[in-house]
């Protein structure tokens, strides 16, 4: 099994990534069974490779899941950092006994790794979004995303 720190998660969340074309503004989702989805792959300057999965319900507009991954070198696997969750099912936190009904954002987390279950087993309720896009949002704003602007010399502060 594969176990990232707590300061190896936090730094990977951090780290600068561009914002890929057709995440916001949302572009068109590819349907699949009972779910839209969108994939996104983020190569970043220091040679890590993030993506972003985007996943709807055709059913319930409150089932979705946003997730930030690490695609692990050399495993062929993605790593979930974060995962922006629906109002869609009851949520267990089985290390704290804590059960609930709500939007919530999954964390990767060592601890819960280290006692065998997934990495971002853990969530925390919220209320910072309630829909798709606002869980998108709430992605790009907390896990290091830039536009192509913000990369721009006039927005640095440089001289052209």
Do not use: W
């Not at 709500?102 to 280290?114: G, K, L, V």
């Not at 925390?124 to 869980?135: E, I, M, P, V």
Request: hydrophobic residues 30%.
């Amino acid at each position: 099994m594969f176990t990232l720190s707590e300061d190896h998660i936090k730094s990977l969340i951090e780290e600068r990534k561009s914002l890929p074309p057709q995440l916001c503004p949302l572009g068109t989702l590819t349907g699949r069974s009972h779910h839209k989805r969108k994939d996104f792959t983020i190569p970043s300057s220091s040679g890590n490779q993030f993506v972003v999965f985007v996943r709807l319900s055709t059913i319930n507009m409150l089932d979705f899941s946003v997730i930030l991954g690490y695609r692990l070198p050399h495993l062929h696997s993605v790593f979930r950092l974060r995962r922006y969750n629906g109002k869609s099912h009851y949520h267990t936190n089985v290390m704290e006994n804590e059960t609930f009904y709500d939007f919530h954002i999954h964390a990767a987390t060592e601890r819960y790794q280290q006692a065998g279950f997934s990495e971002d087993h853990f969530a925390k309720k919220t209320n910072r979004y309630h829909d798709l896009q606002g869980a998108i949002d709430l992605l790009l704003d907390e896990c290091g995303f830039r536009s192509p602007i913000e990369e721009s010399p006039l927005f640095q502060g440089q001289t052209i």
